[in-house]
């Protein structure tokens, strides 16, 4: 079964609308982390926001903020007031419990955004 | 920038060779991972080393190969290329093991 599942392959979205990009993940461990990652076209993988499964509050970070929705298992990233520079591929990712060499993150297939001018 | 590098940034060579692909993890952050990004297989974690020790290992081959050095960066040896093997790889670093992991630009591998 998919671990991180993003199901909007691309979205296209007027310049200073807010949007949210879509991640439902699946896993048994009560401890858990979420990430979002931003890649340009420039290929390199940006860190965005981070979400504990423990947080009380939904995390933000500028113009980026997650809603973590617990019981049902999403972890939406929002961007508020969207600029050109955000047209990017968006990664959602999932840390499991940290036992002995289990951090490593699993990666859903990526929302392609596109914000049009 | 997140402070971790990779070199090379484009590698091309032929099937059959053998390339060497190093990570220079941030300042002070002891957990290296090296991760594979191809078209078909998205993003896969490869193998995890900490503090010299390999930790983790994930969907990475036989032929692939890594190590992680006293003054902490990180090679990852791939032989035997074969076209699958194109592909961007990325090393990431992390303070502690459970640190946000902060990704260096990748190296995009083109095997012809």
């Known amino acids: 079964a998919q671990k991180i599942t993003q199901t909007q392959p691309g979205m296209f979205v007027q310049e200073k609308e807010a949007v949210t990009l879509d991640c439902t993940y699946d896993?048994?461990?009560?401890?858990?982390?979420l990430f979002w990652y931003k890649q340009p076209s420039s290929g390199e993988m940006i860190f965005l926001i981070y979400?504990?499964?423990?947080?009380?509050q939904n995390a933000t970070e500028g113009r980026y903020s997650l809603n973590f929705q617990k019981a049902r298992k999403s972890a939406n990233l929002v961007i508020s007031a969207s600029q050109l520079g955000d047209s990017a591929m968006y990664f959602c990712?999932?840390?499991?419990?940290?036992?002995?060499?289990?951090?490593?993150?699993?990666f859903g297939t990526g929302t392609r955004l596109t914000i049009i001018p | 920038d997140s402070g971790v590098t990779q070199t090379p940034k484009h590698l091309i060579t032929a099937t059959g060779q053998r390339v060497t692909l190093r990570c220079s993890p941030r300042?002070?952050?002891?957990?290296v991972y090296w991760y594979q990004q191809s078209l078909d297989q998205g993003l896969q974690f490869l193998i995890q080393?900490?503090?010299?020790?390999?930790?983790a290992k994930g969907n990475i081959l036989e032929r692939f190969s890594a190590q992680q050095f006293p003054d902490l960066h990180s090679e990852l040896n791939l032989s035997s290329l074969e076209l699958g093997d194109s592909a961007l790889y990325f090393c990431a670093s992390s303070a502690v093991l459970t640190d946000t992991q902060y990704f260096g630009p990748g190296t995009r591998l083109t095997v012809l």
């Open positions: 080393y900490y503090n010299g020790e390999e930790r």
């Open positions: 896993t048994s461990d009560p401890s858990y982390g």
């Open positions: 300042s002070g952050d002891l957990s």
């Open positions: 979400q504990g499964s423990y947080d009380q």
């Open positions: 990712a999932m840390r499991e419990a940290s036992y002995f060499g289990n951090e490593k993150l699993t």
